[in-house]
């Protein structure tokens, strides 16, 4: 089923919470759109600018990780400042009212954690931009220090134990996190109703928990402004912008 109308996306997800014991909340770059991120595919988006980093580059050449950390910095200064918006706050809030067990996010914006949902409801399957890690010993490091650091000597940041600094994001070529994938896993097969909000559902392994939902029995229902990988899979399309579908949750 596929729904255009907000007032009737709104009701048909009241209706699917009313029957639902246990959701999860499933979540991609549109639910921050609002907030001033822009999305990866959406036409323009500043993310395809350059031809991304991978992992195994990151690791060997230095010159590559100055030119990382140059995109970051620059980057943050744009969208660092950004808030929660509607879709952050209703799950929040679903969160709290028990309604929806987790949320698996492929987002690395940390503003799940900035609505109010508590840390250990939050799935983070891409990491989180909002600090940094070294690689080696995975000693958390805050980027005002790390940017201050390179800003001063304009070398890659580098760990007391001699590994490289990273952003705590997992990046193109580099291991899903193990414990949230395994997380993300156990809820996915735990809940009955998976809502995908604000993903074009073509990163995999990510896009592949609302496949492994629909086969264990759960509702699976999508919401957003553009066509998906899976909308045929799924048994409701609410087809629409987000903040506008999810607003009523956010505030009830
Ligand atoms: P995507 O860009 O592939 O898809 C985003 C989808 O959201 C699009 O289909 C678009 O139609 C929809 N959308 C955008 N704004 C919307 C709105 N206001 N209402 C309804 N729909 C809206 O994003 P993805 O599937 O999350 O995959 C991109 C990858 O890039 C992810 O791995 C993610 O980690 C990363 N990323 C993260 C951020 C972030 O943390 N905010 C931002 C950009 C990219």
Redesign the pocket.
């Known amino acids: 089923m596929i729904v255009t109308s907000v007032d009737e996306a709104q009701s048909e997800l009241a209706r699917l919470f009313s029957q639902s014991q246990r959701a999860v909340g499933f979540?991609?770059?549109?639910?921050?759109?609002?907030?001033g991120?822009?999305?990866?595919?959406?036409p323009n988006?500043p993310?395809m600018k350059h031809k991304p980093i991978d992992f195994s580059l990151f690791v060997a050449d230095p010159l590559a990780r100055e030119e990382a950390w140059r995109r970051k910095f620059a980057m943050d200064d744009i969208?660092a400042g950004?808030g929660p918006?509607r879709?952050h706050r209703a799950f929040a809030r679903l969160v709290s009212s028990g309604k929806m067990g987790a949320i698996v996010?492929?987002?690395?914006?940390?503003?799940h954690q900035a609505a109010g949902a508590p840390a250990d409801r939050v799935i983070e399957?891409?990491g989180n931009?909002t600090y940094a890690k070294c690689l080696r010993c995975e000693q958390r490091y805050e980027l005002p220090d790390v940017r201050a650091e390179f800003e001063r000597t304009g070398a890659a940041p580098q760990c007391a134990c001699g590994g490289a600094i990273k952003s705590a994001?997992?990046s193109f070529g580099q291991a899903m996190p193990e414990q949230a994938m395994r997380k993300a896993r156990e809820e996915t097969e735990l809940c009955d109703l998976f809502l995908a909000?604000?993903?074009?559902?073509?990163?995999y392994p990510?896009?592949g928990f609302p496949v492994i939902a629909k086969r264990n029995g759960a509702i699976l229902a999508i919401?957003?402004?553009?066509?998906?990988a899976l909308d045929d899979a799924a048994d409701v399309v609410l087809?629409?912008?987000?903040?506008?579908?999810l607003a009523p949750f956010a505030s009830s």
């Open positions: 979540t991609g770059a549109g639910i921050s759109t609002e907030c991120i822009p999305d990866f595919r959406s988006s993310w969208y950004a918006g879709g996010t492929q987002n690395i914006d940390g503003l399957l891409h931009g994001t997992v909000v604000g993903s074009s559902l073509v990163v990510a896009a919401v957003n402004r553009d066509e998906t087809r629409g912008d987000i903040g506008d579908i």
